[in-house]
């Protein structure tokens, strides 16, 4: 076994060697076959990346290995755990008890270490098997992924996708799914965040009871009226709005991290006088000024608002107050959600936390001490070294142990204005 930072060491030289090379010295037919070689040491070195992944561990003080991964290499959360998922199907795995097994995509890790697939590849051989029902045997799955990854390395990810289409109708000609099948693929995300002008898209991947539920409602409730300018579309857009905007409140839903099912709303007093501008929900969604006035947000739903230049908090409305909820209702409209640097769990979905000192530790509950952390960043204050204060502009420091590879600071997830350049810093 050679050491790793030798190895690196002559990869980083090599790598200057190559960028330093002419290509046009080469006929120009042989300028593609050197850019092959070039693609598929490429490819080898993120299977090796990857399969590096797989001797990750977590130690005292480490936060999730996904969350230190995306941190370290500067890559999405998502990109991470994608890079953790394809390390587990692509290479080599151990048991508890240190026996070796192979891969769950053997074949496909074969050629993927080999340098013969890109990541599309990949996606399309991932996407064949997660949606191949339950009822296809071990065997045709086994041919299956051998056949995938034998055409993979002759073929464009587009011209693989045409095959395996055609081979899942082969393995399932007659369409058959379990209720287990359609269970697994249900769901309802959003793609991305907000565009550029406000919108959202979402994707829904309805089980069959829930589109005939939302038939049966939407035909009412989207139903065209007399002078009805909306399409078909629009109509059942408003009805979604309209069954969401009649829930929202409602005691019957109870209570989520100790306040009602209802929307937060931060806004500046500027941003009102002029009507003009953003509000930010502590989900971290934009709302123009003028829809939140139109949606009478003051009545229904908890509306803080701030001073635009000193921060300070100016009003906090409702046609009820809640006492005991009104620190967490500020802190939510101040932070928005978890202060870890990097973090992207929104203020809905975070808890309070002391800043300076915990409460078993003497921590009070004043609200210049308080802060918003998720779960998971939580426990690694109270039980993994983690410390956290407060600094004089109210923003909360987190400072991680020794030994662990992140850097410490505020988070500007969830307040991106504050990179924006100020307004005398503009050409």
């Known amino acids: 076994m050679g050491s790793i930072v030798e190895a690196l060491d002559a990869l980083d030289a090599a790598v200057e060697l190559l960028s330093a090379a002419d290509i046009e010295e080469l006929p120009a037919p042989e300028r593609f076959a050197a850019l092959e070689r070039l693609e598929s040491a490429v490819r080898r070195q993120v299977a090796v990346s990857h399969e590096q992944i797989t001797h990750l561990e977590r130690y005292e003080g480490c936060p999730p290995i996904s969350f230190v991964l995306a941190d370290v290499l500067r890559i999405s959360r998502t990109a991470a755990k994608r890079r953790i998922r394809d390390a587990e199907q692509l290479s080599p795995r151990a048991t508890l008890t240190g026996e070796p097994l192979a891969p769950l995509l053997p074949e496909t890790g ?27 045997g071990p065997v045709e799955v086994e041919k299956a992924e051998r056949t995938l990854a034998e055409h993979a390395q002759n073929m464009r ?56 539920e939302l038939d049966a409602l939407l035909a009412k409730l989207a139903a065209p009226q007399p002078d009805d300018l909306r399409n078909h579309a629009q109509r059942q857009h408003d009805a979604l709005a309209q069954l969401v905007h009649e829930r929202l409140g409602d005691p019957k839903l109870g209570q989520h991290n100790g306040l009602p099912v209802t929307m937060i709303v931060t806004t500046t007093l500027q941003d009102l006088q002029a009507g003009a501008g953003q509000a930010v929900t502590a989900g971290g969604t934009l709302i123009p000024i003028t829809d939140l006035i139109q949606m009478n947000a003051p009545t229904n739903h908890y509306l803080a608002v701030f001073d635009g230049i000193t921060g300070q908090s100016l009003w906090l409305g409702r046609s009820k107050r809640l006492a005991s909820a ?40 004043d609200i210049d001490h308080l802060t918003l952390a998720c779960k998971c960043n939580n426990l690694l204050v109270e039980n993994h070294g983690w410390t956290t204060h407060q600094l004089p502009n109210g923003q909360t420091h987190w400072s991680p142990p020794p030994d662990v590879p992140l850097r410490g600071g505020t988070n500007t997830y969830h307040h991106p204005e504050r990179l924006l350049p100020k307004d005398d810093e503009k050409d």
């Open 110 to 136: 074969k050629a993927w270490n080999a340098g013969h697939l890109d990541g599309e590849h990949v996606r399309v051989i991932q996407r064949f098997f997660r949606e191949l029902p339950d009822h296809v």
């Open 157 to 212: 990810p587009d011209q693989l996708e045409k095959v395996a289409d055609r081979l899942a109708t082969h393995l399932n000609p007659d369409g058959r799914y379990s209720e287990e099948d359609r269970a697994r693929k249900r769901g309802f995300l959003w793609c991305g965040g907000q565009r550029p002008d406000g919108m959202s898209v979402g994707k829904l991947v309805a089980d069959p009871a829930l589109r005939a």
């Open 326 to 365: 009104d620190q967490r209702i500020m802190l939510l409209a101040k932070y928005r959600g978890c202060t870890a640097p990097g973090c992207t769990v929104n203020g809905y979905n975070s808890q309070v936390h002391h800043a300076t000192k915990d409460w078993k530790h003497g921590g009070t509950t």
